[in-house]
Structures are given as C-alpha cells and as structure tokens.
C-alpha cells in the first residue's frame, strides 16, 4: 500500500482471514460436518477462507465431536495429483514448523489434540512437508490459535451456549473475510447479514465463491475485493458528464 501511494496507484489487498464455522442446535450435523472438513482441510488448509475456529452449540456438540473426529479420521494424505487423495503437503517446511509450534503452543494453553498434532513422516511422506490432519477440543476463546491465522489443518472446536454467544466471539477478530453457519432458523439468518462483520458468509454450505459474488473482506482482511460487479468497478474508469441539450 505504501509503494503504491508514491505513485497514486490503486491498490487492493486480500488480506488474511480467521473464519468462524457456526452450528447451531437445529443445523444439519452430517452436512456441518462435511463442510467442516472441507473448509478446514482443502488445499492443506492453505486458503484464506478456510474454516479457521468452528463453534459449535452445547446442545449438539458432543454429537458434532464425534461425527467430526470419525470423518477426520478417513482423510487420506498424500500426493495432491492422485486420485485418491485428500490433503496434500504444507508448501514449505517453515510453514509446517510454524503450525506445529502453534498447535504445541495451545496444547500448553490447556487444548485437548484429539487427531494428528505431528508431521507425517516414512515412505512417501519424506519427499515432502505433510502435517496430519489435527483436530483440536477444549479450545477456549483466549488461546492464541482462536486469534492467530493458522493457514494449515488444523480444526479447533469451540462450544457456545447459544448464538447470541456465537455471533460476539465470532466478531471477536481482528479479521473479517470468510464466515459459515448452519441452522435452519430464518430470524438467525437476517440477524447474521446485520450482526456478523465479514464480508463473505456461507449459510449451510461449504467454501467456494462464485464469480457473480464479491469476494471481499472487512477490518484486518484488506481492501476492495474480487468477482461480480462491485469487483470489476476496480478495473474501470469512470466519467460523469453533465449535459443541458
């Protein structure tokens, strides 16, 4: 942003992201679940709309856990041009290094390592810089991986007494891009496009914007945006003319 205002250059910046998953006591579990897992794992977790902190109501967490930690456990790590595989590599091993020591890190701070929590070595593995698939309970809202970007795969799972609680913690970010929530209550939903600060948010539905969209964060996460109209304002000149004929 700097170098660009020497120039008067127009400049946008996408940012980093901190996404809360929201589920909600009458969401669908095997749907939340599977978007979860997705959100969090895609691309090694290296996306910057990656489910980041999944907060999960008392009244269906246990049974969130559960379905979680099993779905978790069937991902296959490997070479990301196979078929068969799931989760790829970290792209570097400072970037593994730096999720590990931020997994250890909540670990001390009193988070439960439920799955994974280690770098993937032997065979295959060796040729590259793999990290299990890490799932992490027991999360409170202090730690510091609930406020930092962890950019790989690892899922921490927060419970929240209701959605009044959901919504403040979720807020709670110096960040603003991405947002997910399952539930089937409308009155959630309205509530959530006036009260939840992100700029993207995907209701009962995994990750993946769509090119008509906006694709565009609030706070910490950057400025202007991609995709759609609104995205396409930033390539254009404009020219006002007024005119009596």
Do not use: W
């Not at 959901?166 to 959530?192: C, H, I, P, W």
């Not at 993207?200 to 769509?210: D, L």
């Amino acid at each position: 942003m700097a170098a660009a205002a020497e120039h008067l250059k127009e400049v946008r910046l996408e940012l980093g992201g901190k996404a809360p998953f929201i589920v909600m006591e009458d969401a669908d579990i095997d749907a939340a679940v599977e978007a979860a897992v997705s959100a969090r794992f895609f691309n090694c977790g290296q996306v910057c709309t990656a489910n980041e902190r999944t907060y999960v109501h008392e009244a269906v967490y246990d049974r969130f856990a559960k379905s979680l930690r099993a779905r978790m456990e069937k991902l296959k790590v490997g070479d990301p041009l196979h078929e068969s595989t799931d989760m790829g590599p970290k792209v570097s091993l400072t970037e593994l290094e730096k999720v590990d020591a931020m997994v250890q890190k909540a670990v001390a701070q009193g988070a439960t390592l439920e799955l994974g929590g280690h770098r993937l070595q032997g065979g295959a593995y060796d040729r590259g810089t793999y990290y299990a698939p890490t799932l992490l309970s027991n999360v409170r809202h202090g730690m510091d991986i609930v406020h930092d970007e962890v950019f790989g795969p690892v899922l921490s799972l927060l419970k929240v007494r209701d959605f009044d609680e959901a919504l403040k913690l979720a807020n709670e970010s110096q960040y603003g891009l991405s947002a997910y929530l399952f539930t089937k209550d409308l009155g959630r939903v309205l509530r959530m496009t006036r009260e939840l600060e992100f700029g993207e948010v995907y209701v009962n539905r995994g990750a993946g914007e769509e090119p008509q969209g906006f694709h565009h964060g609030y706070k910490n996460s950057g400025l202007g945006g991609e995709d759609g109209q609104h995205g396409l304002e930033a390539y254009v000149r404009t020219k006002t003319i007024y005119l009596n004929a």
